[in-house]
């Protein structure tokens, strides 16, 4: 991370971690447009996550099925959450898992459409995807 100091001049002054990578991840979403090679692998390595949550949720269903140890909810959420929204909300429609049980049949949709906005915006309009985060990120650290 600190390998960029000298490529982004908002990381020339002293800063904190939290704050270096904040800065560092701005600077590269409105000044380094991503090639398509970078594009393709990371729509292929968000692709295979889904798969792999897909696979989760499968094994999950399975277990239940027939009784055995099954994955914790929050793991299954935390799965969806974190990049798996896709994989999620498929294995809930086509196996018919966790569609009754709260808070699946809300979670696992917002889960997606959050996932989606935000892949649409970083692809369509960088900067302003770059703007929101940044926003975002100050409301946290407090900036």
Excluded at 56 to 68: F, I, Q, T
Excluded at 69 to 79: F, V
């Amino acid at each position: 991370m600190w390998r960029w100091r000298k490529a982004c001049p908002a990381l020339q002054a002293k800063t904190s971690r939290p704050q270096a990578a904040h800065q560092t991840l701005i600077h590269l979403m409105q000044h380094r447009p991503m090639a398509t090679e970078t594009t393709l692998t990371l729509l292929a390595i968000a692709a295979l996550y889904n798969v792999v949550v897909f696979c989760v949720y499968w094994l999950d269903k399975d277990a239940a099925r027939n009784g055995e140890w099954r994955a914790r909810e929050t793991t299954l959420l935390a799965l969806a959450l974190f990049g798996g929204g896709v994989g999620a909300l498929l294995a809930q429609r086509l196996l018919r898992h966790k569609t009754r049980k709260p808070p699946f049949p809300v979670a696992l949709p917002t889960f997606f459409a959050i996932q989606a906005a935000a892949v649409s915006a970083v692809l369509i309009a960088p900067e302003s995807a770059a703007a929101a985060l940044d926003a975002v990120l100050r409301s946290f650290t407090g900036n």
